[in-house]
């Protein structure tokens, strides 16, 4: 692994490196993003440089220089490439006083790569019983709050399957722990609004850019039932759901099938972009 924090390389990815008075630490005030890396490109790095903006303004972070960003993502990148990697870039609001206010420092910018596996075509999902608030501050951004994901994605585990769903305050489907959820019913690939308070994938986007599909917001139970379902990630690509809570489905199914063609044949236009 490659790490470059606030301009420079570490010569120890694993050596300290950020205060223990980091806001982002201390109370999880911070966003970032992850990308795919294919043979030492990152993949629609302009798209997820766009979503951290948006996500730190959200936030109210202020100071986050996307051509600082660039640079870091070049420098961790430098050298043998990935095959299959990916990076991770983490702004966050720096040093500051203990407790939820903030100081007057600078944002700390955090970039690392480092190699991936490929996933397999296929995984199985639960639906947790804790909603997603679609009304909540933070509601629709990538931060580092993320407390409530690894507990959902625990309860996952424990029950043999690789994500958990939620449910929003209304009772529909909004998403994965780190994924969008796309389903079919009667050949129509449906997913959810950005209004159900899931967060605007950029994975998602470009499904629905490329495949096509409608967004709408519906009960969980419609796609629970529904003849296929897939997840779509920057790390998952689009991956076929087998099973769903204690139901079996023939993943991947045809329309999955074809979104996946789609995606592998689109793909090589955004790497390194």
């Known amino acids: 692994m490659r790490v470059w924090i606030n301009g420079a390389l570490l010569a120890d990815p694993n050596a300290p490196a950020v205060p223990v008075t980091d806001h ?27 979503r951290l903006e948006q996500s730190a303004a959200g936030l109210g972070l202020e100071g986050v220089d996307t051509d600082v960003v660039r640079r870091g993502v070049a420098a961790v990148l430098d ?6 990697g990916r990076l991770r870039i983490t702004v966050t609001a720096g040093p500051a006083p203990m407790g939820s206010g903030r100081g007057s420092s600078e944002p700390t910018v955090i970039v690392a790569a480092g190699p991936m596996n490929a996933n397999p075509e296929t995984t199985t999902v639960i639906t947790v019983p804790w909603p997603r608030n679609e009304r909540a501050a933070l509601a629709g951004m990538k ?29 529909h489907l909004c998403e994965g722990t780190g994924s969008n959820v796309f389903y079919v019913v009667d050949g129509e690939v449906r997913t959810p609004t950005l209004a159900s308070g899931c967060l605007a994938g950029v994975t ?18 419609v796609a629970a039932t529904a003849d296929e379902i897939f997840l779509v990630s920057t790390t998952r690509d689009v991956q076929g759901v087998t099973r769903w809570d204690d139901r079996e489905l023939a993943a991947p199914g045809p329309v999955t099938r074809k979104a996946m063609a789609v995606w592998r044949e689109r793909e090589p236009e955004l790497l390194g972009r």
Do not use: C, M
Not at 28 to 47: C, N, R, S, T, Y
């Open 204 to 221: 998602r986007r470009l499904v629905l850019d490329w495949f096509g599909g409608i967004e709408v917001d519906e009960p969980i139970e």
């Open 24 to 50: 982002g630490l201390t109370v999880g005030d911070a966003v970032f993003e992850a990308i795919k890396v294919v043979d030492g490109q990152p993949f629609a790095l302009g798209l997820h440089l766009d």
């Open 143 to 171: 931060t580092t709050s993320y407390a409530e994901n690894v507990v959902a994605l625990a309860a996952a585990q424990e029950k043999g399957a690789t994500e958990a769903v939620f449910a929003n305050l209304q009772g």
């Open 79 to 84: 050298g043998d490439p990935l095959p299959l």
